[in-house]
């Protein structure tokens, strides 16, 4: 049985106030914790995006990393399609459109989901999955 559960991810940010607007709005997600100094580098917003879920935007004006650093983040949703609707409302980028994936995995079996790309307006990029119990490219 693990012993560790996920708490959060953090995504380093130049532009905090575009990057939790983004996904404030994209995840109908709320502020639990903000603290730091605004402006100084050490600003860090913590967001609820689901049951106990939280995800981490820091506030980072140093050249000590990329933009954005992750090598990606892939959040579970719904309804891919819509999600990426509003996304695009939102300002975001597609970078990979919605593509159905069925997947082997080494014990034989199969993962079945819906995936795509997109970059928020702040630029970062990130993963939507909406999975999927069966072939529903054939539906």
């Not at 990057?19 to 050490?42: I, P, Q, S």
């Not at 004006?61 to 990426?84: K, L, M, R, Y």
């Amino acid at each position: 049985m693990p012993t560790a559960v996920l708490n959060h991810i953090c995504l380093q940010t130049k532009d905090i106030t575009a990057t939790v607007a983004f996904f404030t709005g994209l995840f109908d997600a709320r502020v639990v914790h903000e603290w730091g100094t605004v402006g100084t580098g050490d600003h860090a917003v913590i967001l609820n995006v689901g049951p106990g879920v939280t995800f981490e935007i820091f506030e980072d004006h140093s050249n000590h990393a990329p933009h954005g650093i992750w090598d990606h983040v892939a959040f579970t949703t719904q309804d891919i399609h819509e999600t990426f609707e509003k996304a695009q409302a939102l300002g975001a980028r597609v970078v990979v459109a919605p593509a159905f994936s069925d997947i082997p995995t080494f014990a034989g079996g199969m993962v079945y989901m819906w995936y795509g790309y997109l970059q928020s307006p702040a630029g970062e990029v990130f993963e939507l999955i909406q999975e999927a119990d069966h072939d529903e490219s054939r539906d």
